[in-house]
């Protein structure tokens, strides 16, 4: 069982990957913004991040994976962007910000568990 840090500000969204995540076999844990999302990775150690883009509060979904990438103890953390955004130039910008994959809104749960698989 892997652990897996699902981040987004929609309740749905999150209820949707968790559910999908469970089934699955995985520990999943969940935050709604990017302060609580830093601090659950820290806690929690996930293998896996799951990060919204576009998050209410200081910091969204870029910047919290600038900082997971800037940590040496969170660099191996796999990181894959959630975003309704799917243009090449929104995948480029969550690349340059150091994930791992991008998967555009709306996605289905075959999609997560695919993208998840490859991860992991």
């Not at 509060?57 to 953390?77: E, F, N």
């Not at 090449?88 to 991008?102: F, N, P, Q, S």
């Amino acid at each position: 069982m892997k652990r897996i840090l699902i981040v987004d500000d929609q309740p749905d969204i999150r209820e949707l990957v968790r559910m999908t995540l469970e089934i699955d076999g995985h520990e999943v844990h969940e935050a709604e913004d990017g302060a609580s999302a830093l601090q659950a990775v820290r806690r929690l150690a996930p293998e896996l991040v799951l990060l919204d883009v576009m998050m209410p509060g200081g910091m969204d979904g870029l910047a919290v994976c600038r900082a997971l990438r800037s940590d040496p103890a969170r660099r191996r953390t796999r990181i894959v962007m959630l975003s309704a955004r799917g243009q090449k130039t929104d995948i480029e910008a969550g690349r340059a910000a150091g994930a791992d994959a991008y998967l555009a809104k709306p996605f289905s749960p075959r999609q997560v568990l695919d993208v998840v698989s490859r991860m992991l």
